[in-house]
């Protein structure tokens, strides 16, 4: 039973990942981009940024790959490379105005998606959905 259930789960995840590919608008930055902005504005350290190592390092791809990326969301204007003035070899990024401002229209167009979503769910559905998410957290957490 549990594994029928492990393979619904996984099925229902497949339809949201292939509903994600599907819905992506002309002018949006890649989901790989938009995880590094993510990534960059929670990592950030004050002013300075978040290093490229670091950047690496949480999102477990190649340094060459962050770079990649880095070097286009810079060409866009959503991020900005910072040098240290004692180790040029010490690269921090952060996100520019911009950058900010993308991030939070992003997030806005997310909670009102959330919003309608919940509202046709119903408060009742949507508060044990909520609920449950809380439990599965807590257990995948105590699980190492």
Known sequence: MHSSNAEKINEIMEKFRRNRINKKKTGEIPRSELNLLKVI??????????????????????????????NHLEDEGYIERLF????????YVRLTVEGEQYMAQRYQKFLQS?????????????EELLR?????YDIVNDKD
């Open 41 to 70: 504005k929670m990592n950030s350290i004050e002013e300075q940024g978040a290093t490229m190592s670091s950047l690496s390092d949480h999102l477990e791809i190649s340094k060459s790959a962050v770079s990649q990326m880095v």
């Open 84 to 91: 240290t003035k004692n180790d040029r070899r010490l690269v």
């Open 114 to 126: 959330m919003t309608e979503i919940f509202n046709r769910m119903g408060e009742k559905d949507t």
């Open 132 to 136: 449950l998410l809380e439990k599965l």
